[in-house]
């Protein structure tokens, strides 16, 4: 008898788990509360430009063992991958340019011609992400005990470069700009301290020629895995919100949607976000200490968290994909200083713009409690601040790219309470580390299925607190293949 499955949200992880399970002969149906497929990995359309919401590199996209994953979901299927030359160029006002090319080699090269006095400190950093390409991190989990081996001499590098902050590292520079420019190279969080380890993931990954990005952006991406799971038979229900899972006798039995509807099934799986499944529609019955305690540890102000998108009448081909602004005066953005903006360029030939027009996404910090609370008590205010956000934006915006003033066609700003609305995700968050941030406790994960409840799991970014769609579409393969392993099946990809 063929085992009927529910999934909870369709995202990049119930998308990933569908496909599998439809591959392995279960019958999945899928709930997304949205009228559309792919939860955060989305993009929306805003007078013929697309305004892209998501993916800035995108493990997999290479000749690497984690394609195969995206392979099976045909989430690259009539699209092509574009390589970028540049990881991110940061720049001053003084015409001084750091580029992180994705050619190492060409990246060593031109650090020393910056700043010859730091050869040695250019060479460790370049070695470094070069000696981290043949362990495939990306990949980790995909193939059981066999990836953790692959990934067991390359401990002590972990250890190291996982102690040391970018911050810290740019320390060790002599030249006065690559000190200064050097903590914003990985999207520019350089008030994060983020390790240096999962900056030279990145590198280790552009070394092999992986960490593209897949043509006409997030949506498209989600809307070939969603077309994947119908293709296969499975159903998709979406504008359907759950409300409530069913527990009868500690074990998930089925779900009630917003409209009343009950819907049952052998097994029950949640991809939607961590804190509305186990605190809402469970009711925190069935937690823990560790659980508890990590939904208890965010912080309100979180990378990515506040973006301002520009349609453009302007050709940006011959630019970067992604900029860095060092700025000679910080500015005052939530009532708190930056010092510099991130900026990610769209031309047409990437699939978002129209022909001789561009896309500017600007990305920084964003504080959930400042703009949630606004919205709360002021709606038109809320709208007030966001469009002042945009204006102080573009004055930034016009000193690098005299003349745009007159050539912006449409803009739109997101903040973390646009994020909660669209998707539910708890303050508009991704997943924080766990608190020993080990990737071992990552790997077994926080939530992948909840003390005292059966017939029930979690999967996606929370269920093991690992940011990535990679690591989203990671964990619903890695369920389907532990249910066939339970059910006695021999797990399928195709």
């Given amino acids: 008898m063929t085992k009927k499955i529910i999934i909870i949200g369709g995202g990049i992880a119930g998308l990933s788990t569908g496909v599998y399970a439809q591959i392995n002969s279960y019958d999945a149906i899928i709930f997304e509360k949205h009228s559309k497929p792919g939860g955060l990995c989305t993009s929306w359309h805003r007078k013929g430009f697309t305004f892209d919401y998501c993916i800035h590199n995108l493990a997999g996209t290479g000749n690497v063992p984690l394609r195969e994953i995206w392979n099976d979901?045909?989430?690259?299927?009539?699209?092509?991958?574009?390589?970028?030359?540049?990881?991110?160029?940061?720049?001053?006002?003084?015409?001084?340019?750091?580029?992180?090319?994705?050619?190492?080699?060409?990246?060593?090269?031109?650090?020393?011609?910056?700043a010859p006095e730091d050869s040695k400190t250019i060479e460790e950093y370049v070695k470094a992400g070069k000696s981290l390409s043949g362990a495939g991190f990306f990949s980790m989990g995909m193939d059981g005990t066999l990836s953790k081996l692959k990934i067991a001499p390359h401990v002590p590098k972990i250890i190291k470069w996982g102690k040391i902050t970018v911050n810290e590292y740019a320390e060790k520079f002599k030249n006065g700009f690559l000190k200064r420019a050097f903590p914003h190279v990985q999207y520019d969080m350089n008030t994060s301290n983020i390790p240096m380890f999962p900056h030279l993931l990145f590198l280790s990954g552009f070394y092999v020629g992986d960490l593209g990005w897949p043509k006409g952006g997030s949506l498209e991406f989600s809307r070939r895995i969603a077309k994947k799971f119908t293709d296969l038979g499975g159903e998709l229900n979406q504008s359907s919100k759950v409300e409530r899972i069913i527990v009868e006798d500690n074990r998930a039995v089925g779900i009630i949607l917003a409209d009343g509807s009950e819907h049952r099934?052998?097994?029950?799986?949640?991809?939607?976000?961590?804190?509305?499944?186990?605190?809402?529609?469970?009711?925190?019955?069935?937690?823990?200490?560790?659980?508890?305690?990590?939904?208890?540890?965010?912080?309100?102000?979180?990378?990515?968290?506040?973006?301002?998108?520009?349609?453009?009448?302007?050709?940006?081909?011959?630019?970067?994909?992604?900029i860095s602004l060092l700025l000679d005066k910080p500015v005052k953005l939530e009532l708190k200083e930056r010092d510099s903006l991130y900026l990610e360029l769209f031309d047409s030939s990437t699939g978002?713009?129209?022909?001789?027009?561009?896309?500017?996404?600007?990305?920084?910090?964003?504080?959930?409690?400042?703009?949630?609370?606004?919205?709360?008590?002021?709606?038109?205010?809320?709208?007030?601040?966001?469009?002042?956000?945009?204006?102080?934006?573009?004055?930034?915006l016009e000193k690098r790219f005299p003349g745009i003033k007159e050539q912006v066609e449409v803009h739109d700003v997101t903040t973390p309470a646009t994020v909660e609305r669209y998707t539910l995700n708890f303050h508009g968050w991704q997943p924080w580390p766990l608190p020993d941030g080990g990737f071992m406790s990552m790997m077994r994960g926080i939530s992948k299925t909840l003390p005292g409840l059966q017939n029930f799991y979690m999967v996606g970014q929370w269920s093991n607190a690992m940011i990535g769609i990679s690591n989203a579409a990671l964990t619903g393969r890695n369920l389907i293949k532990e249910l066939c392993k339970k059910d006695r099946k021999k797990f399928k990809t195709q």
């Fill in 73 to 114: 979901l045909g989430a690259f299927e009539g699209t092509e991958i574009i390589n970028h030359e540049v990881f991110i160029q940061i720049e001053d006002i003084k015409g001084n340019v750091l580029n992180i090319y994705t050619d190492l080699d060409r990246l060593e090269k031109h650090m020393k011609e910056i």
């Fill in 265 to 322: 099934a052998d097994i029950i799986v949640s991809a939607a976000d961590g804190h509305e499944t186990i605190y809402d529609m469970l009711d925190g019955k069935y937690t823990n200490e560790t659980i508890d305690k990590y939904y208890q540890a965010y912080e309100e102000e979180q990378e990515f968290g506040l973006q301002v998108f520009l349609g453009i009448s302007r050709d940006l081909s011959h630019e970067p994909h992604a």
């Fill in 352 to 396: 978002v713009a129209p022909e001789g027009k561009s896309v500017i996404k600007v990305v920084t910090k964003g504080n959930y409690d400042y703009w949630k609370k606004m919205r709360e008590e002021d709606l038109e205010n809320y709208r007030n601040e966001k469009e002042k956000v945009y204006k102080i934006v573009l004055e930034i």
